[in-house]
């Protein structure tokens, strides 16, 4: 984490700055509060500034944000593997796949042992499969999926190809089950729960959800949105 001022020509070459996304804020927002204080401090009317990969407003976590030249490295940054943890809640499932809905059903969980639970993180390790949620941003025909969803009209999501390098899971506190998943760019770890709760002939859904890692790049390095402000030139120096 960075310890001294950032000047307005940093920001102007690039930098890339590691956040810790708060809860119930969107990427977008985040993005807008960076980008208005830098204006605001520096004294620049425009200047680039973009974040290299979405997390849902009720994800934590990090998010990579980049300013003026260093935008260009975003789909790079996009593209490298990212570590998740968080909770699936088992035996009931939500139309969003995590808690934006509500509960639309519940399974019995009464066959599952810690021993299940084991063997079935296992079939999703490698390459697999995997349909994104029809709550997401993904556009078909010009209009993004939740879109439809909140239309309720029902729309064919296909499924595509994603790897899944690790994916641990303690089941201590069941029906809870906190887990850890390395994976690649594109993994809807939503989708995830969804199918992780099929194969264990059940149901399951995301309850909570952090990202921790994005290639070399931790949260523990990252920094919240006031500490960022700290880190701003104050106007009467401009």
Not at 46 to 60: F, N, R
Not at 171 to 186: A, D, I, L, N, T
């Amino acid at each position: 984490m960075r310890n001294k001022e950032i000047t307005p020509e940093e920001f102007k070459t690039g930098q890339v700055l590691l956040f810790d996304k708060p809860l119930n804020w969107t990427s977008f927002q985040l993005v807008n509060k960076v980008r208005w204080l830098i204006r605001k401090s520096c004294n620049i009317k425009k200047i680039k500034v973009g974040h290299a990969g979405t997390l849902d407003p009720l994800a934590t976590g990090l998010l990579i944000i980049c300013t003026g030249k260093f935008t260009k490295t975003i789909p790079e940054l996009q593209g490298q593997i990212k570590e998740y943890t968080g909770t699936f809640t088992i035996g009931a499932t939500t139309p969003s796949f995590d808690l934006e809905t509500e509960i639309d059903e519940k399974f019995p969980t009464d066959h599952i042992t810690a021993e299940l639970l084991q063997e079935t993180t296992k079939k999703f390790i490698g390459e697999i499969d995997q349909t994104p949620p029809v709550f997401s941003a993904l556009k078909k025909d010009g209009k993004r999926l939740y879109e439809y969803a909140r239309e309720g009209k029902e729309v064919e999501v296909k499924s595509r190809k994603v790897e899944i390098s690790e994916f641990e899971i303690d089941s201590k506190e069941f029906p809870k089950v906190h887990f850890r998943v390395v994976c690649s760019k594109g993994t809807y770890i939503r989708s995830l729960a969804h199918e992780f709760g099929q194969a264990l002939h059940s149901g399951a859904h995301l309850s909570e959800l952090r990202r921790t890692a994005i290639g070399d790049h931790s949260v523990e390095k990252a920094m919240d949105i006031e500490y960022f402000e700290k880190l701003l030139p104050s106007r009467e120096n401009n």
